[in-house]
């Protein structure tokens, strides 16, 4: 399942263990697991072999290069939210023909760099979004190439923060205006409409809200096919769940039984855009205890790590194990896990059974590798810490700690004050 595994009591990632890394380039920092990155990727791809999808990393959930490197050296394509990450996708000099573009506000600066590489296709989020590109591929005297983003209105029973698929929410194009447009494509000269797009959330843990989802999608592709528009691609987006706590969520082979069915009866190129499932379980955020404080009532363990460093358990209630790196005896007893900063929400776990902790141990938050890093801030005046890749028994810093001087690059005092 993932490389973090303890030998003689001690955490190690891969071949490596996790206590030299962390001695080695200071707490806190995220260390990602390369093979995890890649036996997760693998596992979709061998499920899904029969039609040989385009799997499209969502690199919103960890966008470090060295993972995205990694991830293209295996083939994914990348499932990007802005031009930054477009950005990322060419510096790494991986294949700008696998990128497909979501987001609800792209702008036309964006619009214009992602047509000049030659993107797969626009996940188009609203009618206005269609007529901009429109008229920007108008002027670049290029066709467009765009799959709608339909918004089945599914619920996909995960947090309310992490579902997109119903009407509720800010994504996609409802059923009823998706089918007015595909019936008059001729209003928009310079799009080629090539797919259908659906992403209904988040750490989605059963079939059924795919199932029902694609089934309004299949019905929906059936009445786009007798308006005689054809179309090439149908990207099912992202969403699959994974184990953060005792979750029992399908496997990549369970979701492929459930959905092939669907899928092959389309006849198109299918694009998927798994994040979470890729890289959530290959990385861990490590941690050192400073205190151990008792107020009489609770106690705490304060750590050096904070919620500007990984947010998921103050944004979203997120629960995450949270295991020394160490192993040791002894009862364990209630305490709940609190950062350095200046908010009641910076907990990473409360009334948590764990080892009686001192100054200087070390924790591993398992379950870092997606949405924890890329949603880091400076909140508190806190450089972000390191990013460390292992494979094998090598490991590197793939992206620095920052210092105080990049905190303040370009703030500067106005000379009128
Ligand atoms: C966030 C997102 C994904 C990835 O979601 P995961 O739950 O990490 O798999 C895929 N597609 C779109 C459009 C997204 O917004």
């Known amino acids: 399942m993932h490389d973090f595994k303890y030998k003689n009591n001690e ?13 080695q380039v200071g707490t806190p920092c995220y260390i ?37 490197k990694t991830l293209a050296n295996h083939g994914a394509g990348f ?35 992602a047509i000049k590489a030659k993107i797969l296709f626009f996940n188009v989020e609203s009618e206005p979004e269609l007529v901009e590109i429109n008229r ?16 089945p209105d599914v619920k996909a ?33 310079h799009i080629k409409f090539n797919g259908i797009h659906c992403h209904i959330g988040s750490q989605i843990i059963t079939k059924d809200p795919f199932v029902k989802a694609l089934e309004r999608v ?20 992202g969403g699959l769940g994974i184990i ?67 947010a998921r358990p103050s944004l979203y209630d997120a629960y995450h194990e949270i295991v020394p790196l160490k192993k040791k005896a002894g009862k364990k007893i209630k305490m709940d896990v609190v950062g350095p900063i200046c908010e009641s929400g910076d907990v990473f776990a409360k009334d948590r059974a764990l080892p009686v902790f001192k100054k200087g141990d070390l924790l591993a938050i398992m379950s870092a590798g997606a949405y924890g890093y890329v949603m880091a801030s400076n909140y508190n005046v806190r450089g972000r810490g390191p990013e460390v890749m292992v494979k094998g028994n090598k490991f590197e810093i793939c992206k620095k700690r920052e210092t105080f001087n990049d905190l303040i690059r370009g703030e500067s005092v106005p000379n009128f004050i």
């Not at 990602?32 to 499920?47: G, I, W």
């Not at 698929?165 to 494509?185: E, Q, Y």
């Open 11 to 23: 955490l190690y990632c891969e071949n490596v263990k996790v206590s030299t890394i962390a001695r």
């Open 32 to 68: 990602y697991s390369h093979n995890t990155l890649v036996d997760h990727f693998t596992k979709l791809q061998k499920a899904f072999a029969e039609i040989d999808p385009l799997i499209c990393f969502a690199m919103k959930a960890n966008d470090n290069m060295a993972v995205l």
């Open 79 to 113: 499932d990007i939210v802005s031009v930054g990450e477009l950005r990322k996708v060419k510096k790494i000099k991986a294949d700008t023909r696998k990128v497909v573009f979501a987001s609800v506000g792209k702008t036309e600066e964006e619009i214009v760099e």
């Open 136 to 151: 920007i591929a108008g002027k670049m005297k290029v066709k467009a190439p765009v799959a709608l983003r339909i918004n």
């Open 157 to 189: 029973a995960t947090h309310a923060k992490i579902t997109t698929g119903t009407l509720k929410n800010k994504f996609g194009i409802d059923l009823a205006t998706a089918h007015a447009i595909m019936k008059n494509t001729k209003k928009y000269p």
């Open 218 to 237: 299949l019905e929906f592709l059936d009445d786009v096919k007798a308006d005689g528009i054809k179309l090439e691609y149908l990207d099912i987006g």
């Open 244 to 310: 953060y706590k005792d979750e029992k969520p399908q496997t990549a082979d369970k979701f492929a039984k459930a959905v092939l069915p669907y899928l092959k009866k389309t006849g198109l190129r299918i694009v998927m855009e798994p994040g979470r499932f890729i890289a959530g379980n290959a990385g861990i955020f490590v941690t050192e205890a400073l205190y151990l404080k008792d107020n009489g009532v609770k106690k705490f363990l304060i750590v050096d790590g904070g919620m500007n460093d990984l």
